[in-house]
């Protein structure tokens, strides 16, 4: 695949798609990942810096995030907004807490994601912006994502792309700090999250499986070698599981 040609065309997709919202750009959380490093990089060369906003939101959140998040924005030459999340998250599970329950470290971590997103949607409303999300197809495929929270956004440029192709553009875009791409990915919704520990698979193998079950190598059936049963049945329970997140909520018929 030629990733230059694909970054041209997923920042004309993006301008095209900004000047028939009528809306007058796009707002994007920056996290310190290599998602955001990369919608943030096309806004910009999208629809210009003057109409981009790049906000960190932090909620007990790891210190190397705020740092990588500030250098991606000097680099791309942007102001880099913050607003800290943590006495909302605090309110919202003192009150679970108070109601008798035992809040769960998932639910927890939802909470912060759901929170990220109420904010990015307020402060789009502000100023008549479009919420770009920053989810790639192996995160959207197997339901790696918060319903309410990072699985919803005005327009998903990565959501067709694996995580191994979105590291392969990372490395052709200059702004983006090198530790960004080289560091263990997460979504830093607790201390010491990895995303490939918690999914029990490497990006490189998830993305390998995941082409297998859409067909790109032929099926399981037709499979070269290099994935086992094991993986391909770990892999597709993860993607059925995962369907009701992929689809609009479904309404009853009458």
């Given at each position: 695949?030629?990733?230059?040609?694909?970054?041209?065309?997923?920042?004309?997709?993006?301008?095209?798609?900004?000047?028939?919202?009528?809306?007058?750009?796009?707002?994007?959380?920056?996290?310190?990942?290599?998602?955001?490093?990369?919608?943030?990089?096309?806004?910009?060369?999208?629809?210009?810096?003057?109409?981009?906003?790049?906000?960190?939101?932090?909620?007990?959140?790891?210190?190397?995030?705020?740092?990588?998040?500030?250098?991606?924005?000097?680099?791309?030459?942007?102001?880099?907004?913050?607003?800290?999340?943590?006495?909302?998250?605090?309110?919202?599970?003192?009150?679970?807490?108070?109601?008798?329950?035992?809040?769960?470290?998932?639910?927890?971590?939802?909470?912060?994601?759901?929170?990220?997103?109420?904010?990015?949607?307020?402060?789009?409303?502000?100023?008549?912006?479009?919420?770009?999300g920053t989810s790639n197809k192996s995160?959207?495929?197997?339901?790696?994502?918060?319903?309410?929270?990072?699985?919803?956004?005005?327009?998903?440029?990565?959501?067709?792309?694996?995580?191994?192709?979105?590291?392969?553009?990372?490395?052709?875009?200059?702004?983006?700090?090198?530790?960004?791409?080289?560091?263990?990915?997460?979504?830093?919704?607790?201390?010491?999250?990895?995303?490939?520990?918690?999914?029990?698979?490497?990006?490189?193998?998830?993305?390998?499986?995941?082409?297998?079950?859409?067909?790109?190598?032929?099926?399981?059936?037709?499979?070269?070698?290099?994935?086992?049963?094991?993986?391909?049945?770990?892999?597709?329970?993860?993607?059925?599981?995962?369907?009701?997140?992929?689809?609009?909520?479904?309404?009853?018929?009458?």
């Amino acid at each position: 695949m030629d990733y230059q040609n694909e970054i041209e065309k997923i920042a004309n997709w993006l301008l095209d798609y900004q000047k028939n919202s009528g809306c007058g750009g796009y707002v994007c959380g920056i996290s310190g990942g290599v998602d955001s490093a990369i919608i943030s990089s096309l806004c910009c060369k999208a629809v210009g810096k003057g109409k981009f906003i790049g906000i960190y939101l932090p909620c007990d959140s790891s210190p190397i995030m705020e740092i990588d998040s500030i250098q991606l924005a000097e680099n791309l030459g942007i102001e880099l907004r913050v607003a800290n999340l943590i006495d909302s998250y605090n309110a919202i599970i003192k009150g679970l807490e108070e109601g008798g329950e035992t809040v769960s470290i998932l639910t927890k971590a939802n909470t912060k994601a759901r929170l990220r997103m109420t904010y990015l949607f307020a402060l789009a409303n502000q100023y008549n912006y479009l919420v770009v999300g920053t989810s790639n197809k192996s995160e959207m495929d197997i339901g790696y994502c918060t319903v309410g929270g990072d699985q919803i956004c005005s327009v998903e440029p990565l959501g067709n792309y694996y995580k191994t192709e979105v590291y392969e553009m990372a490395e052709l875009i200059s702004e983006i700090p090198k530790n960004i791409i080289d560091k263990p990915a997460s979504a830093d919704l607790y201390q010491g999250q990895t995303d490939e520990e918690e999914l029990g698979i490497t990006y490189e193998r998830l993305d390998i499986v995941l082409k297998h079950y859409h067909g790109k190598y032929g099926g399981y059936n037709n499979y070269q070698g290099d994935v086992s049963q094991e993986e391909f049945d770990k892999v597709s329970a993860m993607v059925e599981k995962a369907r009701y997140k992929n689809k609009v909520p479904p309404r009853y018929i009458r």
